[in-house]
């Protein structure tokens, strides 16, 4: 059965340093700090179970959040002290083509032992993450990422924010062991690898104090393989502020549920409208049924707190504007694999092979009938060029498809700009079309966040020149 939005959204939602030294100038250099990516053991599943085995930034889980200011530099030494080679994708971020991370592409995988030094300035502020982009569907599932905050030049109205990372883990129930068969063909040609614990921050309750009538900002960032979270807000008044780390136009008013892909981010601010005595949640909804993802119990106060007037926009990013659409060279994307899919045969590695052969070499997946990176680029476009790209999904489960080093617009039905992005969902037999302007000189990749997909050909890219 094909996986619709409707099925998803029909769903209840009532519930540098330099100096001068004596004698000739001469810079003094300062060593990046280190971000080290290494085997942790933590207490992901509640107290009564064993501890779990992951890999982590810092041995943390999540990896150590990393905050700027906007227009900052961001330097991290990435020390690879894993078993297997690895690189650092900073998601979402405008940045320069030879730091994006992306192994094989971008740089060479960084071996087990050694270092690369990443270096870019924070342009625009907002939510944002990092995470592994080498054998993605394993080493994020082992939680090797971490939130990058950027914040605005000037404080925002609210009390304070929380950073909130969702994300599934599959484990043993017994052991509360990571499921080490990351190349499941099932999860591969299915819906990708979907955990049976679900977390926030790392923990499956999280509980966080409120006061009546105080403005949290939430930042919500999907780090999981590929579940899509459901959620919906209950003893909260809210508004959507930001998609993807990009200010909306206007807030949008939280009316109802609301979908986070693998890869997205959503800012919310949210007034606590519940009692004193009482308790708000962030609701995830699976089944028609809500349990909390996060719960905030309402703390009685001496004074209170006045309520607010509905918030203002985030002030916005610099270069949001996708110019001249109508006039943009259109590329096609098409779409097909999969279980229950209508792909008979693709290119793979240069040679013709169908379905079955596809399936022996564990792919299943195809863009414009080539299965994984081919030496073709999706477009080759010049920078500052405005591009669009209509993207049909002829599978039956819906992909995330996240594009780097930019963001797009929708094109809308009725010719209209929908929110600027990184990450659009798009179900199955859904034709969905983005306009983005071409950013920095390089080879970007254009991939499904449910990684499993990517693992098993859903990636292609754009050349920048």
Request: net charge negative; charged share 20%; proline share 6%.
């Amino acid at each position: 059965m094909t996986q619709t939005r409707r099925d998803f959204l029909s769903l209840s939602a009532s519930l540098g340093l330099s100096a001068l030294l004596p004698g000739p100038i001469r810079a003094a250099t300062v060593d990046p700090i280190k971000l080290t990516a290494r085997p942790a053991t933590v207490q992901l599943a509640p107290s009564e179970y064993p501890q779990t085995q992951i890999w982590g930034y810092d041995g943390q889980m999540p990896g150590t959040m990393i905050r700027v200011k906007q227009g900052e530099r961001v330097t991290r030494r990435f020390v690879n002290d894993l078993p297997q080679a690895s690189s650092i994708h900073w998601h979402g971020v405008r940045i320069d083509n030879s730091m994006d991370g992306v192994a094989g592409l971008t740089q060479k995988a960084v071996p087990s032992g050694e270092s690369f030094d990443y270096d870019f300035t924070a342009q625009d502020a907002g939510t944002f993450w990092y995470h592994a982009h080498n054998r993605s569907m394993e080493q994020v599932a082992r939680g090797l990422y971490g939130a990058l905050i950027v914040d605005e030049t000037e404080p925002v109205d609210v009390d304070r924010e929380e950073v909130l990372i969702l994300d599934d883990w599959l484990l043993n129930p017994e052991t509360a062991q990571l499921d080490p068969e990351f190349d499941s063909p099932h999860d591969k040609s299915h819906a990708g690898r979907r955990g049976n614990y679900i977390a926030t921050n790392g923990a499956a309750f999280t509980e966080l104090s409120a006061k009546q009538n105080e403005r949290l900002r939430l930042r919500l960032i999907n780090a999981a393989n590929a579940r899509i979270f459901q959620l919906a807000l209950s003893g909260f008044e809210g508004w959507i502020m930001a998609y993807d780390g990009m200010p909306l136009d206007e807030p949008e008013k939280v009316s109802g549920t609301f979908l986070l892909a693998p890869g997205q981010r959503i800012d919310l601010f949210v007034d606590v409208t519940a009692a004193p005595g009482e308790t708000a949640h962030l609701v995830r909804i699976d089944d028609e049924e809500g349990f909390s993802q996060v719960s905030f119990p309402v703390e009685a106060t001496p004074t209170s707190i006045a309520a607010r007037e509905a918030p203002l926009p985030l002030p916005p990013n610099p270069d949001m504007k996708v110019p001249d659409v109508g006039k943009a060279r259109l590329f096609q994307l098409n779409m097909e694999g999969g279980a229950m899919g209508r792909l008979q045969s693709a290119t793979y590695n240069g040679e013709t092979k169908s379905f079955r052969e596809l399936v022996a070499e564990n792919q299943f997946w195809s863009f414009n009938g080539v299965v994984g990176m081919s030496e073709t680029p999706l477009a080759e476009l010049s920078t500052g060029e405005t591009a669009r790209v209509s993207i049909h999904n002829d599978t039956v489960f819906p992909h995330a498809m996240h594009l780097h080093g930019m963001h797009f617009r929708e094109v809308l039905d009725d010719g209209k700009l929908g929110p600027l992005r990184d990450t659009l969902l798009v179900f199955g037999d859904e034709t969905r079309e983005i306009a983005f302007v071409a950013g920095n000189p390089g080879k970007w990749i254009f991939h499904c966040h449910m990684l499993a997909h990517t693992a098993s050909g859903m990636a292609t890219w754009v050349n920048v020149t």
